[in-house]
């Protein structure tokens, strides 16, 4: 295992230890190695007080209550190791930060305020282990279990709730069966977590190898009733027509299509899952009496933004998110025309065809399909790739520009011009031989 840790980690640790503090490798990095993964954050307990590490590295952070200073390391790649002074904590009152921080003496001490068995384990620069929880013995069973009392565990601390999920998904561990109860018990509290804090934990359970059983986990345990209420509303809707592959209700159909959807980018895999989150708004019924979702895709958009913005998700993910739902209905009728397709490119934007289409492939494979792309799709995704060629058309494009159209209209710079260019765009994005300079000159003097 001391192999796998690069010479700068090595080199802290060490002027740490001939300082004449002890010192260990904690958490994670500790998980990983026994897991013969990756390890991409380091960090290390110690007896040094926050007030001790600073005088050994000076180059440091230290801007928190909790003993936590941060050295930079810039190789092998730009990190920050995290040393934190061993501690107890007491006092949870808002079930999330401590009231009450006092040093510890032992790594035992420290270990003891850890969240789950794996993640309690300490290792010396001998690669000795000091796992007072039987962490080592979970980590072969493939087990996530609390430290200590599950019911203290969670309560200290609600975010440790979704956690368990997350570990559980992110390495195909079982949840022991009191951890598990009392995860279950305690769901509410996550109402107490920032969304934000949620957000992540959530993002992370989407780009692991196991999004779909990580959101089954949510729901079963009573957390996503917190989370994402919205996606249990399609509970229990039928979604079946004569003809029509459809055979789960909608909430199931969510669920399958995030098991399917081919990208691993989990904002993608986030719109999978809610895809069809505007079903049950639009459900109404034909004049046989069988169900319809007539522009679902538009009210899921809208209810998509809502729950974007509660969970805080950046500006970007969040249009990311609804362009896809928006758009995830597209046409690929063999028959439509090269301005169609060229449409299509132009609604949901270049960087996001093939996200869209993935998104479809999930729909389509966790609506019971067999085939993860119909001859339409593959001929539809050929299309596309003619269209956008070595360099889509674009704005750029046309037979005029901005300094043409201040100079005929006699107008000064401003967002009148970019108006203008990308009326003219979508008109000529249509019907190509409109791209020549007299008719675009033409049509921009033409009264509207």
Known sequence: MLSKIP?????????????????FFVGGCVRNLILKKDVKDWDLATIATPEDIIKLFPDTFYDNKFGTVGVPVEKPYKQVV?????????????????????????????LARRDLTINAIAMDLNA????????????EDKLIRAVGKPEERFKEDALRLIRAIRFASQLDFRIEDKTWNEVKKDAELINQISKERIR?????????NFPYEGVTLLKESGLLKYILPELLEGKDISQARPGRHHTDDVLTHNLMSLKHCPSEDPIVRFAALIHDVGKPEVLAKDEKGLVIFHNHETVGARVAKEICEKLKFSKKDKNRVVNLIRWHMFTVDEHITDAAIRRFIRRVGVENVKDVIDLRIGDRLGGGTQTAESWRLKLFKKRIEEQLGPKPFSIENLAINGNDIMKELKLKPGPKIGEILQKLFEEVDEDLSKNTREYLIKKIKTPR
Do not use: A
């Open 200 to 208: 992540d934990e959530l993002l992370k359970i989407l780009s692991s």
């Open 7 to 23: 010479k700068e980690i090595i080199e802290i640790y060490s002027k740490i230890k001939d300082s004449g503090f002890s010192v």
């Open 128 to 139: 000795k282990l000091i796992d007072p929880f039987s962490g080592q013995k979970d980590i």
């Open 82 to 110: 995290e040393i934190t002074t061993f501690r107890t904590e007491q006092g949870f009152k808002d079930f999330r930060h401590p009231t009450n921080v006092t040093w510890g003496k032992t790594i035992e001490e420290d």
